[in-house]
């Protein structure tokens, strides 16, 4: 069984609270250690972008039980590929609210300022570069 990458965008069903961001990380952490996936979690304006990674059937599993979470809607999977390396190696789930750091990122107002859902789905590969770019700006 190989291992796959997949990132997802979603709306938030509302804006999200501080302590509610942190309460989707604190059980993704410790779920996703369990069962060894990683990824990261990127959270702006009412809008998530999700990578995770792993075992296809775990990260297929546990992407099925979040498209279920009442907390978001309009999930739309962004790509989904067969992979041997991981981005986010060690990172049970990294984090990142973008407005926190958006200013430090090189770019960013040239696309980020529209990361829609129709944005990074025509083409896939915008949401591999903004999880990169982010990967070196987050906080674990
Ligand atoms: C935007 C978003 C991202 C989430 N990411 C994860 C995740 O990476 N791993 C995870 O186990 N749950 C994640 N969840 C939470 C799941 O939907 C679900 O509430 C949780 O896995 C249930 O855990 P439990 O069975 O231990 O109670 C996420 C929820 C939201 C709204």
Redesign the pocket.
Known sequence: MGMISLVYV?SASHDMRDDELKA?LE??R???EKCD?T?M?LYRDGF?I?A?EGEEDTVME?FE??K??D??KNVILVYRNQTTQRMFGSWK?GFNKLRDTEEKIEGYTTWLRRPTAEFLTEEPSRARLLLESFREHTFF
């Open positions: 979603s989707i059980v993704s410790r779920n996703n996936v990824g979690l998530f999700q995770l546990v039980k979040i279920r979470d907390r978001h789930m």
